[in-house]
């Protein structure tokens, strides 16, 4: 049983998807920050001063035994701009690499070598036409 989890874990695809996942991991950080501290605050500014983050929608304000109940939209529609950005990033990585798959397809293939009876015959016919 180890040796068959052994097979599967150390086969291509596996470790190809467990590195997609730990670079978009830390693709999604960098977008995250991208959209928080690039982003978001210019935008903000020319809307009037708004800090997305701190936008909400307060559904019971905050007592001395309880928090208050908010919906935080403002970081939704961070969460969104997030979304948009690495849904593009991906479908642009995508679209390369079909293109390049393509590409692969359209260029023309080295003929497939002739069987060994093939070349064999034609040793054997080449040394007969030599004597």
């Known amino acids: 049983m180890l040796k068959e989890f052994q097979e599967f874990a150390l086969k291509g695809n ?6 997609g996942i730990i670079i978009g991991g830390a693709f ?3 977008v995250k920050s991208l959209v928080a501290d690039v982003l978001m605050p210019p935008i903000g500014l020319l809307i009037g001063g708004i800090d997305f983050a701190e936008l909400v929608i307060v559904l019971r304000p905050a007592t001395e035994t309880a928090e208050a109940v908010t919906i ?4 939704f529609i961070n969460a969104v701009v997030a979304f948009v950005i690495m849904a593009w990033a991906l479908f642009m990585v995508i679209k390369g690499m079909n293109a390049m798959r393509k590409k692969e397809e359209e260029a023309p293939a080295e003929p ?3 069987p060994k009876q093939e070349v064999l015959l034609e040793e054997i ?6 004597r």
């Open 14 to 19: 596996v470790v190809d998807m467990a590195v």
């Open 28 to 30: 999604g950080t960098i």
């Open 72 to 75: 935080n939209y403002g970081t």
């Open 112 to 114: 497939p070598a002739p």
């Open 125 to 130: 016919r080449d040394l007969l036409k030599a």
